[in-house]
């Protein structure tokens, strides 16, 4: 079974910072690209941002400048550094892989149980 351990959530204030990280209880055979995404009550999941196997990057426009994505491949762990953290930036967020569980099988994606991030203004 496949989990994606998500952690650094929570309650902080307007201008701070968090640091979100997610961890793979397995191994994988290979990583296309890691992601953040988030969900807001009555909206849809959107990226927040991405990192590719080969280190590329995208961010979301409402997070660029202050977002920043990494990995560490050994420890098949994803993070996200929150600065400047804004109200809007409320959100539940979730960790995605995509990636080949093992040789012989497809690309797929697998999420995490997500992390609730509540800034206050």
């Known amino acids: 079974q496949v989990q994606l351990v998500e952690s650094g959530g929570g309650l902080v204030q307007a201008g701070e910072s968090l640091r979100l990280s997610c961890a793979a209880s397995?191994?994988?055979?290979?990583?296309?690209?890691m992601a953040w995404y988030r969900q807001s009550p009555g909206n849809m999941r959107e990226l927040v941002a991405r990192i590719t196997s080969s280190g590329g990057t995208e961010y979301a426009d409402s997070v660029k400048g202050r977002f920043i994505i990494s990995r560490d491949n050994a420890k098949n762990t994803v993070y996200l550094q929150m600065n400047s953290l804004k109200s809007e930036d409320t959100s539940l967020y979730y960790c995605n892989f995509f990636a080949r569980l093992r040789r012989a099988q497809l690309l797929g994606d697998y999420w995490g149980q997500g992390t609730q991030v509540t800034v206050s203004s």
């Open positions: 397995v191994s994988f055979f290979s990583i296309n690209s």
